[in-house]
């Protein structure tokens, strides 16, 4: 393992050697004796901390020179950790080098007990800003659109995007819950023509039938009690724009049919009217659903489905992006710790352990949910296993494939999760971070019967 740079500038030959005699089993210790030698070692080295006496030559009585030193250190090499050398007559030097950016100060005559403690904390903030500094480097050359992946999948997924932004054909974006499709929507609309127009989302799921037709198309004054005015829909809003319609798997039948026509004929009719009125709006649709499944059993029109599926995204659950999921948990957590004004310094390595090795069925939310949940929970310095609420998680691989222990570990959660709701499927669902149609499909792959239904042997 590379051992961490460190660079005495002292003048005292025999306190340099003594220093670097003591701390060379633990650093890579390089040793100058003025300015000249200073500042070459620090270009020719690049420490990452330095030990800096004040008194240096041509003045050893005064401190200027080593200021100068600091002053230069500071502008050329910033990211450099500076330890001050001073007597303890002269803290007031001390307090001016810490004002000028020196990150601590240690009094002669040197405790090298001591020294070594001073050093390993000011090498561990170094580690600590050197990996943030890397976080965001990744995330500058990682991210698009807010949307955060190294992965290879991920990679494709933003070029594809790039291309369908470019056209105005629907799009039909497929994932389980969780998966970030509203995300990818949002990213389609800004990259494309229309990104000046108006983004406007609706969930197919969460508006009760009866309302989800006033909602997405409008309707005249007077058409139902209540109808106190014309309202305008979420079509008409989207006006030059994007209408992103999410769970478009749940939307009733009868809508299938009015938003055929819409794409056939970019007409719409409000409820009560009677005027086709033309409406210039992209449409995007995401599905957590199989729908050539639902074609089958007659949940779904065909015909919508060819009219929806002309471009198509799939996205990846957050499984079989193994290399994203500790850097979104880092993500995550430094957006959080800033939210919340909590100074953790990353994960313990169980965390970590349990972070890559689970199977998150609720995807990118479980973990945005479960991190952000850690923070503000956590009073130590590093997120545990306890934090995040995976403690309890047996993992068994032992003579079992991967796919084998993500099935095994989603079933037991599932199980679980159904007991701790009383047979409630659709708090299960939510405890669990996925909607209710996609706790259907994982039950009934996974072979765990419903509450209420006997499975023959």
Same mark, same amino acid.
């Given at each position: 393992?590379?051992?961490?740079?460190?660079?005495?500038?002292?003048?005292?030959?025999?306190?340099?050697?003594?220093?670097?005699?003591?701390?060379?089993?633990?650093?890579?210790?390089?040793?100058?004796?003025? %300015?000249?030698?200073?500042?070459?070692?620090?270009n020719?080295?690049?420490?990452?901390?330095?030990?800096?006496?004040?008194?240096?030559?041509?003045?050893? #009585?005064?401190?200027e020179?080593?200021f100068?030193?600091?002053?230069?250190?500071?502008?050329?090499?910033?990211?450099?950790?500076?330890?001050?050398?001073?007597g %303890?007559?002269?803290?007031?030097?001390?307090?001016?080098?810490?004002?000028?950016?020196?990150?601590?100060?240690?009094?002669?005559?040197?405790?090298?007990?001591?020294?070594?403690?001073?050093? /390993?904390?000011?090498f561990?903030? #170094?580690?600590?800003? =050197?990996?943030?500094?890397?976080?965001?480097? =990744?995330?500058?050359?990682?991210?698009?659109?807010?949307?955060?992946?190294?992965?290879?999948?991920?990679?494709?997924?933003?070029?594809?995007?790039? *291309?369908?932004?470019? +056209?105005?054909?629907?799009v039909?974006?497929?994932?389980?819950?969780?998966?970030?499709?509203?995300?990818?929507?949002?990213?389609?609309?800004?990259? /494309?023509?229309?990104?000046?127009?108006?983004?406007?989302?609706?969930?197919?799921? &969460?508006?009760?039938?009866?309302?989800?037709?006033?909602?997405?198309?409008?309707?005249? !004054?007077?058409?139902?009690?209540?109808?106190?005015?014309? =309202? *305008?829909g979420?079509?008409?809003?989207a006006?030059?724009?994007t209408?992103?319609?999410?769970?478009?798997?749940?939307?009733?039948?009868?809508?299938?049919?009015?938003?055929? %026509?819409?794409?056939?004929?970019?007409?719409?009719?409000?409820? /009560?009217g009677?005027?086709?009125?033309?409406?210039?709006?992209?449409?995007?649709?995401?599905?957590?659903?199989?729908?050539?499944?639902?074609? *089958?059993?007659?949940?779904?029109?065909?015909?919508?489905?060819?009219?929806?599926?002309?471009? %198509?995204?799939?996205?990846?659950?957050?499984?079989?992006?193994?290399?994203?999921?500790?850097?979104?948990?880092? +993500?995550?957590?430094? $957006?959080?710790?800033?939210?919340?004004?909590? *100074?953790?310094?990353?994960?313990?390595?169980?965390?970590?352990?349990?972070?890559e /090795?689970? #199977?998150?069925?609720?995807?990118?939310?479980?973990?945005?949910?479960?991190?952000?949940?850690?923070?503000?929970?956590?009073d130590?310095? !590093?997120?545990?296993?306890?934090?995040?609420?995976?403690?309890?998680?047996?993992?068994?691989?032992?003579?079992?494939?991967?796919?084998d222990?993500?099935?095994?570990?989603?079933?037991?959660?599932?199980?679980k &999760?159904?007991?701790?709701?009383?047979?409630?499927?659709?708090?299960?669902?939510?405890?669990?971070?996925?909607? $209710?149609?996609?706790?259907?499909?994982?039950?009934? !792959?996974?072979?765990?019967? =419903?509450?209420?239904?006997?499975?023959?042997?």
């Amino acid at each position: 393992m590379r051992k961490q740079k460190l660079l005495i500038v002292d003048d005292d030959e025999d306190l340099r050697t003594q220093m670097k005699w003591a701390l060379s089993a633990d650093y890579d210790v390089c040793l100058a004796e003025d %300015r000249k030698s200073a500042l070459a070692a620090m270009n020719k080295e690049k420490p990452e901390v330095v030990t800096l006496d004040l008194g240096l030559p041509p003045q050893p #009585a005064g401190v200027e020179e080593g200021f100068a030193i600091l002053d230069q250190i500071l502008d050329e090499y910033g990211n450099t950790k500076v330890i001050i050398i001073t007597g %303890r007559g002269e803290k007031e030097h001390a307090l001016r080098a810490i004002e000028k950016g020196a990150c601590d100060f240690f009094y002669k005559p040197i405790e090298l007990d001591e020294l070594k403690i001073v050093l /390993g904390r000011t090498f561990h903030i #170094a580690q600590l800003e =050197r990996e943030q500094r890397e976080l965001k480097q =990744r995330l500058s050359d990682d991210t698009f659109e807010f949307m955060i992946g190294t992965s290879q999948v991920m990679q494709d997924i933003f070029s594809m995007i790039r *291309k369908i932004a470019t +056209t105005d054909a629907p799009v039909l974006i497929i994932g389980e819950s969780g998966t970030g499709k509203e995300l990818v929507a949002r990213a389609v609309h800004r990259q /494309g023509l229309r990104a000046t127009g108006p983004f406007i989302p609706i969930n197919c799921s &969460a508006i009760p039938e009866n309302l989800i037709e006033s909602e997405l198309f409008g309707h005249e !004054k007077g058409t139902f009690t209540g109808a106190h005015a014309q =309202r *305008k829909g979420r079509f008409e809003m989207a006006e030059g724009g994007t209408l992103f319609l999410d769970e478009i798997g749940e939307l009733p039948t009868m809508l299938q049919v009015k938003l055929l %026509r819409f794409l056939q004929e970019k007409t719409i009719e409000r409820i /009560g009217g009677r005027q086709q009125i033309e409406v210039d709006t992209r449409v995007l649709a995401a599905t957590n659903r199989n729908l050539e499944e639902a074609i *089958k059993n007659g949940s779904f029109r065909e015909d919508l489905y060819y009219r929806l599926n002309v471009l %198509r995204i799939n996205l990846p659950p957050l499984r079989d992006r193994q290399t994203d999921i500790l850097l979104l948990a880092k +993500t995550f957590l430094d $957006r959080y710790c800033q939210e919340h004004r909590k *100074k953790i310094k990353g994960f313990s390595d169980q965390a970590v352990n349990a972070i890559e /090795g689970y #199977a998150w069925p609720g995807n990118v939310r479980e973990l945005e949910n479960r991190v952000k949940r850690a923070v503000i929970m956590s009073d130590g310095k !590093k997120i545990s296993l306890e934090d995040l609420e995976m403690e309890s998680l047996d993992i068994e691989t032992k003579r079992m494939t991967l796919k084998d222990a993500r099935e095994d570990v989603e079933k037991k959660l599932i199980i679980k &999760a159904i007991a701790r709701n009383d047979n409630n499927l659709s708090k299960a669902a939510a405890d669990l971070g996925i909607s $209710r149609p996609t706790l259907y499909d994982m039950m009934d !792959k996974l072979e765990i019967p =419903r509450p209420g239904e006997q499975r023959e042997d």
